[in-house]
């Protein structure tokens, strides 16, 4: 009901597949980075996948499930952008050659804008390429003016492994 497949359900079109799956309602997604690389496994094994150009988002929960699996396989993707997430930093060495673009909105009380502070600074500081926007205002929906805005499709589609 968020993000690419709420618009692609109201008509729009993206030069790309788009996969939304939703976590399991007695899981989290940090914790199942394992099914979400099958996922992608089978996807790639089902259809025509450039496979040095996979991107990987999610928001809220979704947004710190980004930031693990980033964490865990960033050879597999071309790049990253976590929205109202967080993440552990002790993973950010992972991610250094991974470019990331994380979203968060300055007035979350759901999850403290301080965690995609966090891991973009630890990302950045092992010698990654990541970027923070933060909205002025905005509550935890900030998912909304990151996937209405097509400077992040145009960003992801300029990466490529």
Same mark, same amino acid.
């Given at each position: 009901?968020?993000?690419?497949?709420?618009?692609?359900?109201?008509?729009?079109q993206?030069?790309?597949?788009?996969? @939304?799956?939703?976590?399991?309602?007695?899981?989290?997604?940090?914790?199942?980075t $394992?099914?979400?690389l099958?996922?992608?496994?089978?996807?790639? #094994?089902?259809?025509?996948?450039? #496979?040095?150009?996979?991107?990987?988002?999610?928001? @809220?929960?979704?947004?710190?499930?980004?930031? $693990?699996? $980033?964490?865990?396989?960033?050879?597999?993707?071309?790049?990253?952008?976590?929205?109202?997430?967080?993440?552990?930093?002790?993973?950010?060495? &992972?991610?250094?050659?991974?470019?990331?673009? $994380?979203?968060?909105?300055?007035?979350?009380?759901?999850?403290?804008? #301080?965690?995609s502070?966090?891991?973009?600074?630890?990302? &950045?500081? &092992?010698?990654?390429?990541?970027?923070?926007?933060?909205?002025?205002?905005?509550?935890? &929906? @900030?998912?909304?003016?990151?996937?209405?805005?097509?400077?992040?499709?145009?960003?992801?589609?300029?990466?490529?492994?």
């Open positions: 009901m968020h993000g690419p497949a709420k618009l692609i359900e109201q008509g729009r993206f030069p790309f597949i788009v996969v @939304s799956p939703q976590c399991p309602e007695t899981s989290w997604w940090p914790y199942e $394992a099914k979400i099958a996922l992608v496994d089978e996807i790639c #094994e089902t259809y025509r996948v450039d #496979e040095k150009r996979i991107y990987l988002t999610g928001l @809220s929960m979704g947004g710190f499930g980004t930031w $693990a699996i $980033a964490g865990a396989y960033p050879e597999r993707f071309a790049a990253a952008a976590p929205i109202c997430g967080g993440g552990y930093p002790f993973m950010a060495p &992972n991610m250094k050659d991974l470019p990331i673009w $994380a979203f968060h909105g300055e007035a979350d009380t759901v999850v403290p804008v #301080e965690k502070k966090e891991m973009v600074d630890a990302v &950045n500081s &092992n010698g990654g390429n990541a970027k923070l926007t933060i909205y002025p205002g905005v509550g935890h &929906n @900030s998912w909304s003016q990151t996937y209405d805005n097509d400077e992040l499709y145009e960003w992801f589609l300029s990466h490529s492994k």
